[in-house]
């Protein structure tokens, strides 16, 4: 363990807490996070993470945005996918996935490109959902959080394994308290 893995746990850990919460300070929690974790993935050779990491930035910044400038607190509202959604946002992650594994694995000196690059994929279609407060975010976190427990403990990360699990069970948290307030498309 280093001292990034350390400060990524804690910031992590608290960041969606306050996503679960709906409270603002998720977004610059999150942004100390991600920028803590995209150096330590780099260090580790998970560049699918690493980059990752670097496309937060703008989505969190995007989510900060939103969930700062609604009018009212019925602006933004928990809602779900329509099925013609489900099905472009599928397709565009699985491709992602596809052509990010294909470039790491002939391209670079990642240390497992295709699992590494459709963790990262699906990971940003939920930090993107979650912006726009769309409950299958934390479905995906579900799925994608149970790969990087796997993920971490094949690369001894042991804390940033510790911190998915938590992630995991945050997710499943989240799920059942956003589906409580769910608006029906």
Wanted: proline share 2%.
């Amino acid at each position: 363990m280093n001292i990034l893995e350390i400060i990524g746990f804690a910031f992590g850990i608290l960041g969606v807490y306050l996503t679960l919460k709906e409270n603002i300070f998720c977004f610059p929690t999150g942004l100390i996070n991600v920028c803590v974790s995209s150096v330590l993935f780099y260090e580790q050779h998970l560049f699918a993470d690493t980059l990752q990491q670097l496309v937060y930035i703008p989505i969190l910044l995007f989510g900060w945005y939103k969930w700062k400038h609604k009018q009212n607190q019925n602006d933004v509202v928990i809602g779900s996918l329509s099925t013609s959604e489900v099905l472009n946002y599928s397709l565009i992650t699985v491709v992602f996935a596809a052509i990010l594994g294909y470039l790491l694995r002939n391209n670079t000196t990642a240390s497992i490109p295709w699992i590494d690059s459709a963790a990262t994929s699906a990971s940003f279609l939920a930090q993107y959902l979650i912006a726009q407060k769309k409950i299958e975010n934390w479905i995906i976190w579900i799925a994608v959080n149970i790969l990087y427990v796997g993920i971490y403990i094949y690369k001894d990360l042991p804390l940033y394994a510790i911190l998915f699990f938590i992630y995991l069970l945050l997710a499943v948290s989240g799920y059942r308290a956003w589906k409580k307030q769910l608006v029906i498309n």
